[in-house]
């Protein structure tokens, strides 16, 4: 089974912190994603890596950065915390196109972090 | 910028009815993918469509894809309380790596 693990599950932090939401993925994909998930709004993609050391913006990257220095691990990091950065944080990994046996660009979740900025 | 509209936001039924929740995109999907997040869970990958006018069936779930590419549905015949949660649509555009998704219609099941 695939299994992508996040580092916490509940995150306090003060408002001007820098964060680090850590993601690793067992299951050698090339492409990870971070979302962020609030009520009526769905999974809003932050930023996605499909391989080591690159990286995409997604739909709503203002305000943190990634890093992908290993296939397994793909880092989320708010410079600077900010009350509007409170929500749920899901990270994702999918294996690339077209593997055999595998459904292409299906994604596993973990099991997400709720982040509360104070 | 690119769209995925579900509808509804929410559903509440009673044990025994039928659901069926509807998504909508803005421009034409490579394939659409639907998810199921049980509360308090994260969301789990069900079905992948991939060509026009697909249907697909697990069990009490029916998954359509439409002609244009561009909405799908899933339809729960006889619901249990097995099957609350929030069930997302998940677009894919160009063939590239970025899903779209719905926001998501969450169902409560009255036993």
């Known amino acids: 089974d695939v299994k992508v693990t996040q580092s916490s599950r509940y995150l306090v932090k003060r408002t001007g912190e820098k964060v680090f939401l850590e993601c690793v993925q067992d299951m050698d994909h090339e492409n990870m994603f971070w979302y962020r998930q609030d009520p009526g709004l769905g999974l809003r993609l932050i930023y996605f890596?499909?391989?080591?050391?690159?990286?995409e913006k997604g739909d709503i990257p203002e305000g943190y950065s990634v890093s992908r220095e290993k296939k397994e691990r793909f880092s989320l990091i708010l410079e600077s915390a900010s009350t509007n950065q409170t929500s749920m944080y899901l990270c994702?990994?999918?294996?690339?196109?077209?593997?055999?046996?595998?459904?292409?660009?299906?994604?596993?979740f973990g099991p997400g972090t709720r982040l509360t900025v104070t | 910028g690119q769209q995925v509209m579900q509808i509804p936001q929410y559903q509440h039924v009673q044990e025994g009815e039928d659901f069926t929740t509807y998504c909508n995109s803005s421009t034409t999907l490579s394939n659409i993918q639907w998810y199921k997040q049980r509360p308090g869970g994260h969301p789990v990958f069900l079905i992948q469509l991939v060509k026009s006018g697909e249907v697909k069936k697990q069990k009490r779930l029916t998954f359509q894809f439409g002609e244009a590419k561009k909405n799908s549905s899933l339809h729960i015949t006889a619901t249990q309380t097995t099957d609350v949660g929030t069930y997302f649509c998940a677009g894919l555009v160009d063939s590239s790596y970025k899903l779209i998704f719905g926001s998501g219609t969450r169902l409560l099941v009255r036993p």
């Open positions: 994702a990994s999918s294996p690339t196109f077209e593997k055999p046996g595998q459904t292409s660009y299906e994604q596993y």
């Open positions: 890596s499909y391989d080591v050391k690159m990286k």
